[in-house]
């Protein structure tokens, strides 16, 4: 009986290992969050761009500024900065990102705010990737 007690405790804690090293391979410099892999093209959408600037301008702007720190941080720079992903990600999943990834750990420790998520949609955080490309370039 105590065979088979160590047996299944073994075989539990070998489960939970390799369940928290396979989540462990993500890229941290891609971020935490449903964004695993953006293609850009060469050149800027100017639709989507001018999508995400009114998406940035309605639900961004109380906190963000592109050449000042407001509350969050400068923009200005941010897509030469942060993989796509990683912006892409801290836009839908700022949170867990603040808890789980060392960049927006730093930048939480640095500005003490937490960001909150503003209710986009996966296609709308990819149209303020493109407006920022567009400030950007």
């Not at 789980?100 to 955080?125: G, W």
């Amino acid at each position: 009986m105590k065979t088979s007690i160590h047996i299944s405790a073994i075989a539990l804690l070998m489960f939970t290992a390799a369940a928290f090293v396979s989540g462990c391979g993500d890229d941290p410099s891609k971020g935490i969050g449903p964004v695993k892999e953006v293609k850009l093209d060469a050149t800027v959408n100017e639709e989507m761009s001018n999508k995400g600037k009114a998406i940035f301008e309605q639900k961004c702007v109380s906190c963000h500024k592109w050449n000042e720190k407001l509350v969050g941080p400068a923009l200005s720079g941010v897509t030469k900065r942060r993989k796509p992903e990683w912006i892409m990600n801290m836009i839908l999943n700022p949170v867990e990102m603040t808890q789980k990834n060392p960049e927006a750990q730093a930048l939480y420790n640095q500005l003490l705010v937490q960001m909150t998520f503003q209710d986009v949609t996966q296609d709308d955080a990819r149209s303020i990737l493109e407006y920022f490309r567009s400030m950007d370039k």
